[in-house]
């Protein structure tokens, strides 16, 4: 799943905006529905608004037993939304709703952008604005049969106004989510994303991953990095945090992810990479920072850092024990003299890189 794709769904999870929206909508309207489906009982020529109405009613309480784990949900929120278009045009062109349709057409913008999203809700609201408001001038005459046409700029103008405003709502709304998010999952500083998303994005490659594919998490550290911040200041140590963050992204793949864990501390994902591979893009990592410096005022800054490996299934089957392995290997590359990659799995790792 591409990486857009997979945080999409990740916010479409942890928020329940729309659910929130919709498990209230369904059950108006199923209420709603079962009540003019009982009041039907007693008008003429009832019964086909009765199944209708019984039919829509029913569909809000299936949809309601399916929200919580509902896939498709805004397949399913488009055929609700044309069912009540459905009622609404139907109730216009019969006049069995009189002049109240004009009413009744005007919650299809809102309703449209809140749950079809800005395209699908705009296409939407444009279908239903056009035969609503078609339906309601060629419908609505007056005594002498000539077109309303009060009624017609009206409705016209309304609908358009209440469109536009939701429009510009929803826009802004989503717009300040956007902003939220980037600052809940990523790293102000390196643009990285953070710690709180690491678990979640562990969670999601795991469930797409095959078990015949092996999986790595690597911990990067900066060394001695209490002394690069005492000796050049702290602006010189956000500037290496900064360049290794860039190395980091050079290094790696599209399907890869990084996370900034730590003061200086750095978490790599790598779906579908094996031991072998991933010991080899560590070293060279590992080989680039050694040999790159910075410039700092009148200061060339030169830094190093050590890198553990974790494996899975190898070294552990969840996000915890990954991170334990892969920080003990690390806690060892800086006991071995820092500026070094170690895994938990080392001797395999050389047989493996040996043999390649």
């Known amino acids: ?43 003429v020529n009832g019964v086909p608004f009765i199944i209708v109405e019984a039919f829509v009613a029913l569909y809000c309480l299936v949809f309601l037993w399916r929200l919580p784990n509902i896939q498709y949900l805004r397949l ?13 045009a139907g109730g216009i062109a019969t006049k069995a709703m009189h002049v109240d349709g004009f009413f009744w057409l005007m919650m299809m913008p809102p309703l449209s952008l809140l749950l079809l999203g800005l395209r ?5 609201t444009l279908i239903f604005g056009s035969i609503g408001v078609l339906l309601l ?31 510009v709502y929803e826009t802004r709304r989503l717009s300040v989510i956007h902003q939220l998010q980037q600052v809940a999952s990523h790293d102000p500083l390196t643009g990285l994303y953070n710690r709180l998303h690491l678990e979640t994005i562990f969670k999601r490659l795991l469930a797409q991953h095959r078990q015949s594919q092996q999986f790595a998490l690597i911990l990067i550290d900066v060394d001695y990095f209490k002394q ?7 602006e010189a140590g956000d500037l290496v945090l900064v360049q290794l963050a860039e190395q980091l992204r050079r290094n790696t793949g599209a ?59 190898s070294d552990g089957h969840n996000l915890d024990a990954l991170y334990r392995n892969a920080d003990a290997a690390l806690y060892n ?7 070094t990659t170690l895994s938990s799995d080392m001797p395999a790792i050389n047989h493996a890189v040996n043999s390649n």
């Open 1 to 43: 799943m591409p990486k857009t794709s997979m945080l999409q769904a990740i916010w479409d999870d942890g928020h329940h905006y729309r659910r929130s929206l919709l498990r209230t909508m369904l059950w108006m309207i199923a209420l709603l529905a079962f009540g003019l489906a009982l009041s039907n009982f007693a008008a």
């Open 76 to 88: 399913w929120s488009g055929a609700l939304l044309l069912m009540v278009f459905a009622i609404i």
């Open 137 to 167: 001038i060629t419908t609505q005459r007056l005594e002498d049969g000539t077109l309303d046409v009060p009624l017609m700029v009206n409705a016209i103008v309304s609908y358009i106004a209440i469109w536009a405003m939701s429009y």
């Open 255 to 313: 399907n890869d992810w990084l996370f900034r864990v730590g003061g200086e501390e750095f978490c790599m994902l790598l779906p579908q990479s094996d031991a072998a591979h991933t010991y080899r893009l560590a070293e060279q990592l590992r080989q680039q920072v050694a040999q790159h410096s910075l410039s700092y005022q009148a200061h060339t800054i030169s830094f190093t850092i050590s890198i553990g490996i974790a494996s899975w299934p």
């Open 228 to 234: 690069l911040n005492d000796q050049y200041g702290h």
């Open 120 to 124: 699908a809700g705009a296409i939407m």
């Open 333 to 339: 590359a800086k006991r071995a003299g820092r500026n």
